[in-house]
Each structure stands twice: as C-alpha cells, then as structure tokens.
C-alpha cells in the first residue's frame, strides 16, 4: 500500500502524522511512504530524517494527498478536499460534528475517512485522543495563568497567590483526560482547584488520588452556574464521543464572571462546551482570545499544535499500531479484527457510519455491519 502524508497547513500547525520510527515500520511491512517535503522541518524533522527510514519525499500537496492511505493530524481544511477522492482511506483527526462542510465533501466524495477521536476501547478510553487531551489540558493550566496577566486583558492574578494573598480559583468542567491533566498542572501551579463531572465514579477517583488538593462537584447547571460565578479561570472540557458538545456553560454564567477571568475552551473542536465560544467559533494561534463582558475567551481548536514536537511524538506512539494495521490488512479486514479501531468509521461510500454524526446532521446512520 501507498501511505502518504501531507504536510499540516492549519494555522500555527506544525505536528506531522507520522515519524521517521513510523516511516521505518511501515516500510518494514513493505509499505511505501510518500512524505510532503518539509513536512517535519519546523519541529526539527528533516526530510532526511524521514528519507534514512525509507521515505519518499514529494514537492507537492497534490502528490502528498495521491496515497492509498491518506495520514494526516487535523482536520482537512477547505483547500485541502480538491485531493478527496471515492476509495480514498483518511486517517487524521475530523470532528465532523463541528465540521458540517468537511462532512458534506467527505460524503460527496465517498472517501472512507476513519476518525483518530472516535476509535473507542471497550474500556471506553479514546486511545488516539487521549495523548493530545494531554497535551491539551496540561496547556490549559498554562494557557490561563498567561492570560490572568493584565498584559493579556486578565485581571493581573498570580495563579499560587503568595504567602497572605489567596490563589486563583481553576475550575474545570469535563473531568476527563483533559480536565485532569489541566486540573494536575493547576494544582501544580498553587491554584485553588475544583473539578465538575457526572460521572460519580471518575470523581471518587480524583478524590481518591488528590483529596482535599482538588475540590470534586457533581455535574448540575446550578453547581456549574456557582462554581463558573467564583472562577478566576473555566476551562472547558466536556466530551460526549463523536458528538456536538453540551453547552452546559451558557452566556448567562459567564456574564457573572468577574471582569479580567478567563475561559479556555478546549472542547471547542467538538463545537464547544462554553455558550459564548461555541457562538463565536474557534480562534487561531495567531489571535487566539477574545473579550467578552470583560472576560478573556481562549478557543483554539488545535492547542496541541504549539508544542508541536512533544505532540508529534506523543500522538504517533498511539496512532502507529493502529495505522499498520489498516496498511498491513486494509481497512475493512483491519476494522473487522479491532472493533475498536472500526468505531473510527465515520464516512464510506457517501455514507455516515458514526452516531453523533448523523444525529447531528439529521441523516441516516449506517451500521457498521453493513460494510464490515
Ligand atoms: N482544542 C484542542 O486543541 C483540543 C481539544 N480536545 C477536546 O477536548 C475535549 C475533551 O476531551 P477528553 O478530555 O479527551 O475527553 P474525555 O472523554 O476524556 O472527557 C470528557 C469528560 O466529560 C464528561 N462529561 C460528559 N458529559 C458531562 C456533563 N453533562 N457534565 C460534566 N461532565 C460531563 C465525561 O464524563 C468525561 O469525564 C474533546 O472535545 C476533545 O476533542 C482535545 C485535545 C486538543
Ligand atoms: C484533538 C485535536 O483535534 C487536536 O489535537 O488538534
């Protein structure tokens, strides 16, 4: 099989979908691997590196998309579906219930495209999401202490206080991968944390491992709406798998925010867990805040992309054995031995095959076994 892998052209994206080591496995599988040129040069991959594995490098986007097996990171951007094409297989992030234009050229194409977020263990653990939720929440903490600055439009709190001078209060909604790793570098940082969820069981385990470090609360819109009014800084990370994200933040609760706090969306990418940023949509790198009565709104949709290098790596560990998997047996025998890895089908033959998906968009929802 042909893989090959495109270059990122999102804003401020540097990750890259595969790593020389992952080049070098599938070669060994009797692969071939077309890598776009300088795919990897800005985080310190050259394509020499990607070459002494057995890459081959191509000059353009058009051939970088050519592959059998098309492995990105994010999201083909609107420049990006000209390369879609009917039996084409892409294996990248998509959050097609935040994308409905994305969705409509994967299904007019027919591309079989397999999303990295919502290939799910039994265990209901989100394997290929899971590292850059990581990464994402660790940022999160950092991201909300820069902006508490006043240079930043914050209110000029330190996220620990000092000695006679409280800390910041870091509240967390979603207590998931994202919210716990956010929640650690918080309570890392000195700040006063608490973490919402309505899962019981994920809170006991919280409490069980931080006590009275990280303060837990079950998930009501009145506990949200008292804990949001008292935040220094709200971050948002809810996931309902596959699906558009519950606003369970509404414009109401952030209009009692006090002026300089500040809300970091994560969940912005599966449309938003905050009323306010799910209206305005994602930000960029570039201009990544705006102020809303007073309050400073962070959403960008590909945090994970700033630390590019850590996230490259950190992502390719979990999406390697998957994406030999779909090279050494195709795509269907690869989904039909790894029931995991099947409920990344979200597109084939002009068809949606995932749930959130379809009940977003108002269409049908194939089964799987229809195709498997
Ligand atoms: N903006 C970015 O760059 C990135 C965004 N993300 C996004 O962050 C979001 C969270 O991802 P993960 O933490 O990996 O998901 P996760 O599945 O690990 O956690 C989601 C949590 O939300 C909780 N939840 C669901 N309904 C709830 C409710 N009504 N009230 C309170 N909690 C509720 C779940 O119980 C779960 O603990 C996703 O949308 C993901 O795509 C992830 C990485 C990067
Ligand atoms: C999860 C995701 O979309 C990202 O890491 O950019």
Same mark, same amino acid.
């Given at each position: 099989?042909?893989?090959?892998?495109?270059?990122?052209?999102?804003?401020?994206?540097?990750?890259?979908?595969?790593?020389?080591?992952?080049?070098?496995?599938?070669?060994?599988?009797?692969?071939?691997? $077309?890598?776009?040129? =300088?795919?990897?040069?800005?985080?310190?991959?050259?394509?020499? =590196?990607?070459?002494?594995?057995?890459?081959?490098?191509?000059?353009?986007?058009?051939?970088?998309?050519?592959? =059998?097996?098309?492995?990105?990171?994010?999201?083909?951007?609107?420049?990006?579906?000209?390369?879609?094409?009917?039996?084409?297989?892409?294996?990248?992030?998509?959050?097609?219930?935040?994308?409905?234009?994305?969705?409509?050229?994967?299904?007019?194409?027919?591309?079989?495209?397999?999303?990295?977020?919502?290939?799910?263990?039994?265990?209901?653990?989100?394997?290929?999401?899971?590292?850059?939720?990581?990464?994402?929440?660790?940022?999160?903490?950092?991201?909300?202490?820069?902006?508490?600055?006043?240079?930043?439009?914050?209110?000029? $709190?330190?996220?620990?206080?000092?000695?006679?001078?409280?800390?910041?209060?870091?509240?967390?909604?979603?207590?998931?991968?994202?919210?716990?790793?956010?929640?650690?570098?918080?309570?890392?940082?000195?700040?006063?944390?608490?973490?919402?969820?309505?899962?019981?069981?994920? $809170?006991?385990?919280?409490?069980?491992?931080?006590?009275?470090?990280?303060?837990?609360?079950?998930?009501?819109?009145?506990?949200?709406?008292?804990?949001?009014?008292?935040?220094?800084?709200?971050?948002?990370?809810?996931?309902?798998?596959?699906?558009?994200?519950?606003?369970?933040?509404?414009?109401?609760?952030?209009?009692?925010?006090?002026?300089?706090?500040?809300?970091?969306?994560?969940?912005?990418?599966?449309?938003?867990?905050?009323?306010?940023?799910?209206?305005?949509?994602?930000?960029?790198?570039?201009?990544?805040?705006?102020?809303?009565?007073?309050?400073?709104?962070?959403?960008?949709?590909?945090?994970?992309?700033?630390?590019?290098?850590?996230?490259?790596?950190?992502?390719?560990?979990?999406?390697?054995?998957?994406?030999?998997?779909?090279?050494?047996?195709?795509?269907?025998?690869?989904?039909?031995?790894?029931?995991?890895?099947?409920?990344?089908?979200?597109?084939?033959?002009?068809?949606?095959?995932?749930?959130?998906?379809?009940?977003?968009?108002?269409?049908?929802?194939?089964?799987?076994?229809?195709?498997?």
């Amino acid at each position: 099989m042909i893989v090959s892998v495109p270059k990122e052209i999102k804003n401020q994206e540097y990750r890259v979908g595969i790593t020389p080591a992952g080049v070098r496995a599938l070669v060994d599988a009797g692969h071939k691997v $077309l890598v776009e040129k =300088d795919a990897g040069t800005a985080i310190g991959i050259a394509d020499a =590196d990607y070459t002494a594995q057995g890459a081959t490098i191509v000059n353009t986007a058009k051939e970088a998309w050519s592959g =059998d097996m098309v492995v990105k990171v994010k999201e083909p951007l609107e420049p990006e579906y000209q390369y879609f094409r009917e039996g084409m297989v892409l294996f990248t992030y998509l959050h097609l219930a935040a994308e409905p234009e994305l969705t409509k050229a994967l299904i007019s194409k027919k591309v079989t495209a397999i999303a990295y977020e919502t290939v799910q263990l039994p265990t209901r653990v989100l394997p290929l999401l899971a590292p850059m939720s990581e990464v994402a929440g660790r940022m999160a903490a950092q991201v909300g202490a820069n902006l508490l600055t006043k240079k930043e439009g914050g209110m000029g $709190l330190l996220m620990g206080g000092t000695a006679g001078v409280p800390a910041a209060n870091f509240v967390v909604v979603g207590a998931g991968v994202v919210g716990f790793n956010a929640a650690k570098v918080a309570v890392g940082m000195g700040a006063k944390v608490t973490i919402i969820d309505n899962n019981i069981d994920r $809170l006991r385990q919280i409490d069980d491992l931080y006590g009275n470090q990280i303060q837990t609360i079950f998930s009501n819109s009145l506990n949200i709406a008292h804990a949001v009014k008292e935040a220094d800084v709200v971050v948002g990370s809810v996931l309902i798998p596959g699906a558009a994200t519950p606003q369970l933040v509404t414009e109401a609760m952030v209009k009692t925010m006090k002026p300089g706090s500040v809300i970091v969306d994560v969940a912005i990418d599966q449309g938003g867990a905050v009323e306010t940023t799910a209206k305005h949509g994602a930000t960029s790198h570039d201009n990544p805040t705006f102020m809303f009565n007073g309050v400073v709104c962070y959403c960008v949709g590909n945090m994970p992309g700033a630390v590019a290098r850590t996230s490259t790596f950190t992502l390719t560990n979990a999406t390697l054995p998957y994406m030999v998997q779909l090279a050494n047996k195709g795509w269907k025998e690869a989904c039909k031995a790894n029931e995991s890895l099947a409920k990344g089908l979200n597109t084939h033959e002009g068809k949606v095959f995932f749930k959130g998906v379809a009940d977003k968009f108002g269409m049908e929802c194939h089964a799987l076994s229809e195709v498997l």
